[in-house]
């Protein structure tokens, strides 16, 4: 009689995919290494998902599910805020994870496009937030996102010292209000003639008078 065959069911073959890619990385994420985790061949991937680009997307949803649990938790008060310190905590939790969604480039973009569109419908239901025009929002949507991702690469990284929550919060935070001032008062777009006329109103009420080209700032002195 041949041994009896074991069989594996997708959630089995899932957490053993998610694993491999939680301790070691995207790259190592190969049906050989599934394999040797189940101590299977490689039939059970593709018997259970059909391709390793099903799997890989399941991954991927995975570590998204397990963002959105991070961007879930009240940190603070600000619910808008809380979704920044979620991603970046998930960054300083779940490296490999973080590093796979979006430093990766996988055949799934559209699930990082989700996330984006999931936070930009959150900002639209803001009691304030959702005062900004549209355009509004998504520009600081985008300009916050980058600093966000960044400030969560220099943590994975280990170009941080500080990465506690509290620290995150207060990075977030002391951005978000630059962000958002910028996008309330007209700065955000630096085109705009409203970005001049407050740059005009902030240097004449701090009485600074900026240098013309090829002259001293006011309070300098030049070499005689």
């Known amino acids: 009689m041949s041994p009896r065959e074991i069989t594996f069911n997708r959630e089995t073959v899932l957490n053993a995919a998610a694993s491999i890619v939680r301790k070691e990385g995207w790259e190592h994420l190969t049906a050989r290494m599934i394999a040797r985790r189940l101590k299977a061949s490689v039939a059970p991937v593709y018997s259970a998902f059909g391709s390793m680009e099903a799997l890989e997307r399941e991954v991927l949803q995975e570590a998204r599910r397990l963002l959105d649990e991070k961007m879930a938790v009240r940190y603070t008060d600000g619910a808008f805020l809380n979704i920044g310190v979620g991603m970046v905590v998930f960054a300083r939790d779940e490296a490999q994870l973080f590093t796979s969604l979006f ?3 996988h055949n ?8 984006f569109a999931s936070i930009l419908a959150c900002m639209k239901a803001d009691p304030f937030l959702r005062l900004l025009p549209d355009a509004s929002l998504e520009r600081l949507l985008h300009n916050l996102g980058l600093y ?3 400030l969560a690469a220099t943590i994975v990284y280990g170009r941080r010292e500080d990465a506690s929550t ?7 935070n002391n951005a978000g209000n630059m962000m958002i001032h910028g996008e309330v ?11 001049e006329k407050e740059w005009r109103r902030i240097l004449a009420e701090k009485n ?3 240098p013309q080209p090829g002259q001293p700032a006011r309070g300098t002195t030049t070499d005689k």
Not at 187 to 192: E, F, P, R
């Open 103 to 105: 430093h990766t480039r």
């Open 108 to 115: 799934h973009p559209d699930i990082v496009d989700g996330i």
């Open 148 to 150: 966000t991702l960044g």
């Open 166 to 172: 509290a620290n995150i919060i207060r990075q977030l």
């Open 185 to 195: 008062s007209g700065m955000a777009d630096c085109d705009s003639p409203e970005n």
């Open 208 to 210: 600074i008078v900026l």
